[in-house]
């Protein structure tokens, strides 16, 4: 496992202590932000970093000048393919986790940690809120700290959201009638809705997944599903990947699609879904299975929900997976900015050389496609 060389740095009264992902010390310290009343979105959590199949993962622990947890998040590391033995890190939903009083000095002290390990590349902070004023503060924050902004690559600015604070018989009402259709259509074909649960199942997971993507243009990369079912089964509370199966087949086969959600205490969101067309029902799959992890959030305390992202839809563009966007806005039309990319390059030479390199590399890969 790749562990962190500096445990400790200090600055302004706050430390910041680097952590092995999912380690004994990473659950104390979650431990005691939990019990502090500090949120940890599921990225950032213990069992996360136990299931999560990343080079490694770090836990970002900061104490006060009083030595009490203030807060805490998690960096995925991944090796360089581009410089062997350099590293990247990145932190996705980031923000909830870090007290605004914490802010400044945790990221000028992770920054100036990242600075004196030479294997570090990058670091790639992905905040995420929906409180544009916090954006702001962390957007100080972290320019302060030497970061940079930059165009976002793996998350999205905006999304659709829709309160979970009526009771799902209320939230159900207050959608439109052919929404309310669809939901309840499982209740009138031979399907069932149950979570996947069986490992076996992950490669059909991946092939719904992929046959979706081939749909909409996207571009499929073979997942291992395996493991997030297993978090899905530590972490009940945290993960959700539900299934619609055929009633009268047995086996993955019988598995016709699949949504995973995740809760982060105050919200849940909206990851990943896929779905075949191979079969004689006439039905949509998506809606009851939405439906479910908006449920399954709601009676996990979340308040909120975010539907992972939002397009401009079919309706005026040539939106390659504006259908998706169509079908989340079956459930919702208010759209919020949530997300920013900050990025740190403590040294812009090596950068520039990883880039050119595995730029190199790509266009050898296209013209032996070719």
Same mark, same amino acid.
């Given at each position: 496992?790749?562990?962190?060389?500096?445990?400790?740095?200090?600055?302004?009264?706050?430390?910041?202590?680097?952590?092995?992902?999912? !380690?004994?010390?990473?659950?104390?310290?979650?431990?005691?932000?939990?019990?502090?009343?500090?949120?940890?979105?599921?990225?950032?959590?213990?069992?996360?970093?136990? *299931?999560?199949?990343?080079?490694?993962?770090? #836990?970002?622990?900061?104490?006060?000048?009083? $030595?009490?947890?203030?807060? %805490? #998040?998690?960096?995925?590391?991944?090796?360089?393919?581009?410089?062997? %033995?350099?590293?990247?890190?990145?932190?996705? +939903?980031?923000?909830?986790?870090?007290?605004?009083?914490?802010?400044?000095?945790?990221?000028?002290?992770?920054?100036?940690?990242?600075?004196?390990?030479?294997?570090?590349?990058?670091?790639?902070? /992905?905040? #995420?809120?929906?409180? %544009?004023?916090?954006?702001?503060?962390?957007?100080?924050?972290?320019?302060?700290?030497?970061?940079?902004?930059?165009?976002?690559?793996?998350?999205?600015?905006?999304?659709?959201?829709?309160?979970?604070?009526?009771?799902?018989?209320?939230?159900?009402?207050?959608?439109?009638?052919?929404?309310?259709?669809?939901?309840?259509?499982?209740?009138?074909? @031979?399907?069932? &809705?149950?979570?996947?649960?069986?490992?076996? *199942?992950? @490669?059909?997971?991946?092939?719904?997944? +992929?046959?979706?993507?081939?749909?909409?243009?996207?571009?499929?990369? @073979?997942?291992?599903?395996?493991?997030?079912?297993?978090?899905?089964?530590?972490?009940?509370?945290?993960?959700?990947?539900?299934?619609? #199966?055929?009633?009268?087949?047995?086996?993955?086969?019988?598995? &016709?699609?699949?949504?995973?959600?995740?809760?982060?205490?105050?919200?849940?969101?909206?990851?990943?879904?896929?779905?075949?067309?191979?079969?004689?029902?006439?039905?949509? *799959?998506?809606?009851?299975?939405?439906?479910?992890?908006?449920?399954?959030?709601?009676?996990?305390?979340?308040?909120?929900?975010? *539907? $992972?992202?939002?397009?401009?839809?079919?309706?005026? !563009?040539?939106? @390659?997976? %504006?259908?998706?966007?169509?079908?989340?806005?079956?459930?919702?039309?208010?759209?919020?900015?949530?997300? /920013?990319?900050?990025?740190?390059?403590?040294?812009?030479?090596? !950068?520039?050389?990883?880039?050119?390199?595995?730029?190199?590399?790509?266009?050898?890969?296209?013209?032996?496609?070719?």
């Amino acid at each position: 496992m790749l562990q962190p060389r500096q445990t400790r740095v200090g600055q302004d009264g706050f430390e910041v202590h680097l952590l092995a992902g999912g !380690s004994p010390e990473h659950e104390d310290a979650e431990r005691e932000l939990l019990g502090r009343g500090v949120p940890l979105p599921l990225p950032h959590r213990a069992v996360w970093a136990r *299931f999560c199949p990343a080079d490694a993962l770090w #836990f970002v622990l900061v104490r006060d000048p009083q $030595g009490r947890a203030a807060g %805490g #998040f998690t960096l995925e590391v991944s090796r360089s393919r581009a410089l062997p %033995g350099h590293l990247t890190l990145c932190s996705e +939903r980031f923000g909830d986790s870090l007290p605004a009083a914490a802010e400044a000095s945790a990221l000028r002290a992770l920054a100036d940690l990242i600075r004196r390990d030479r294997r570090i590349l990058r670091l790639d902070i /992905e905040v #995420f809120s929906p409180d %544009g004023e916090r954006r702001r503060a962390l957007g100080e924050a972290l320019t302060s700290a030497g970061l940079r902004p930059a165009p976002l690559v793996r998350s999205y600015p905006e999304t659709l959201t829709s309160d979970l604070l009526l009771s799902d018989e209320e939230h159900l009402a207050a959608l439109s009638v052919n929404t309310r259709r669809h939901i309840r259509a499982i209740h009138k074909r @031979p399907v069932t &809705l149950r979570l996947i649960e069986d490992g076996a *199942f992950a @490669p059909r997971v991946d092939d719904l997944l +992929r046959e979706t993507l081939q749909r909409t243009g996207g571009v499929h990369r @073979p997942v291992d599903w395996r493991w997030r079912i297993a978090l899905s089964q530590a972490a009940p509370r945290e993960s959700r990947l539900v299934g619609l #199966f055929r009633t009268e087949a047995e086996g993955p086969e019988s598995l &016709l699609a699949f949504a995973w959600g995740c809760c982060h205490g105050e919200y849940g969101h909206y990851d990943a879904a896929g779905s075949t067309r191979l079969s004689d029902l006439k039905m949509s *799959f998506s809606y009851a299975l939405m439906w479910d992890l908006m449920c399954w959030a709601r009676h996990n305390g979340a308040r909120w929900w975010d *539907f $992972g992202g939002i397009t401009e839809g079919h309706r005026g !563009s040539d939106d @390659p997976v %504006g259908g998706i966007s169509d079908f989340k806005r079956h459930f919702s039309t208010t759209v919020q900015q949530v997300g /920013e990319r900050w990025v740190l390059e403590p040294s812009p030479v090596r !950068s520039g050389l990883a880039r050119g390199v595995s730029a190199f590399a790509t266009a050898i890969r296209q013209l032996r496609a070719r």
